[in-house]
């Protein structure tokens, strides 16, 4: 069927906007678009996936268990999900290049193609959108940086959901297409002298995206800290290990040297309240655990304390209640976590009187701070004032 031709102004505006014929040059196509768009379907699969872990162990669904070891698994894959988020910039980038010349595509004026054409470029949108925007709040997270009023891991965690499902369907669409670009020779011929070809800048790519990941993420690699050029934290910090949130900027540095400290422990049978002596009299336990921030950086450390099931133990908890610490920061978001009865009855998950050996640094958490095996940093709580046993 022939397309009506554009009159008067209309056809003046649409000579004036280019085609998709006009961009020229021959590093796009679909071999490139397939290549580069099935390593960022992989990244963000592997981000889906442990961003997914991820919320759920801040989220807990009492369903699914989820495993209290080996203590560094958390570290691992949330290193993994920013190191994958952080490869699929450059990734996206080339992906958006290769292609956008079809956003110059004149939509067809028959209606049933019409609508086809929307229902395409609409989930095409949807689907950018979605990727630009985890990109873009994930890499301003992992940077400390929050220049949004709304709450960033919820939207992310929604945001993730839109984005694994415009990806599947798009990867439904384009299946035969992307086959047969997988499947044909990348450069038809050999370049012109001098100019790159369709493989280099796929190599260009993956290269980027290795420097990328390399300089967010080399600080938790001994030995290759000083090639860590992007990462935020410096790796310092009092006792080894870098500080989150110090004492002074969480309110609480005044109350933590008072003498009349006191821990209290509440539970089904009784309440009690534990000195730092009393704490330090009980039974020690030592164990080498990560703290391992959601925004990527790491560290670990050997803490030593008392065990969280003995504490309460001693007002009568059961192997199935749950554990609420509180600190005594009377404000922020993570001045309170809960710990699961698996985690409880883990003799790693410690109420931590020491890091390396000395008493907490004030930053770290003095005098008490929970720490558990394979848990995100963000619900080791530090300063504790309070530990109630709820529920079963
Ligand atoms: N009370 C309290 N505990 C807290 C936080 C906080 O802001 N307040 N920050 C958490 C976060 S996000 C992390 S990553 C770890 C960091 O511990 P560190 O500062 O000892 O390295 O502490 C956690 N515990
Ligand atoms: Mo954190």
Not at 40 to 62: E, K
Not at 120 to 128: P, T
Request: hydrophobic share 50%; with cysteine.
């Amino acid at each position: 069927m022939t397309e009506r031709r554009l009159t008067g102004v209309a056809a003046r505006i649409d000579a004036r906007i280019p085609r998709p014929e006009d961009f020229r040059s021959d590093l796009r196509g679909p071999g490139t678009a397939a290549r580069a768009g099935t390593w960022l379907g992989v990244a963000f699969g592997v981000c889906f996936l442990t961003g997914l872990y991820s919320h759920l162990l801040q989220d807990p669904v009492a369903r699914i268990p989820l495993p209290t070891g080996p203590a560094r698994l958390y570290q691992v894959t949330q290193g993994v999900h920013v190191a994958a988020g952080t490869a699929a910039v450059p990734l996206l980038l080339v992906k958006l290049w290769s292609v956008f010349p079809r956003l110059f595509e004149r939509p067809p004026r028959q209606p049933r193609r019409l609508v086809l054409h929307l229902l395409e470029k609409g989930s095409i949108a949807l689907l950018v959108g979605a990727a630009v925007f985890q990109l873009v709040t994930g890499l301003a997270n992992s940077a400390q940086w929050y220049p949004w009023s709304f709450g960033f891991r919820q939207a992310h965690f929604a945001l993730a959901w839109v984005a694994v499902g415009s990806i599947l369907l798009h990867v439904a669409v384009k299946l035969p297409a992307v086959r047969a670009a997988l499947g044909a020779p990348l450069d038809r011929a050999p370049a012109a002298p001098g100019a790159p070809s369709r493989r280099t800048l796929l190599r260009l790519t993956g290269l980027s995206a290795v420097v990328a990941v390399v300089a967010t993420t080399a600080a938790e690699v001994p030995g290759l800290r000083r090639l860590a050029v992007l990462a935020v934290r410096s790796g310092d910090g009092p006792q080894g290990v870098p500080v989150n949130r110090s004492a002074v900027a969480a309110g609480v540095a005044g109350v933590l040297e008072d003498p009349a400290w006191r821990l209290r422990v509440v539970g089904p049978d009784r309440t009690v309240e534990l000195s730092l002596d009393d704490l330090r009299a009980m039974p020690q336990h030592e164990a080498v655990l990560p703290i391992a921030c959601v925004e990527g950086w790491s560290a670990s450390g050997t803490w030593g304390g008392v065990p969280l099931r003995d504490v309460v133990a001693l007002v009568g908890a059961t192997a199935e209640a749950d554990v609420v610490v509180r600190s005594l920061q009377s404000r922020g978001a993570y001045r309170a976590s809960t710990v699961p009865a698996r985690w409880v009855a883990h003799e790693d998950s410690l109420l931590a009187l020491t890091l390396a050996g000395e008493p907490l640094h004030p930053d770290h958490g003095y005098p008490c701070r929970l720490i558990a095996p394979a848990r995100p940093g963000v619900l080791q709580t530090k300063w504790l004032r309070e530990v109630e046993v709820v529920g079963a």
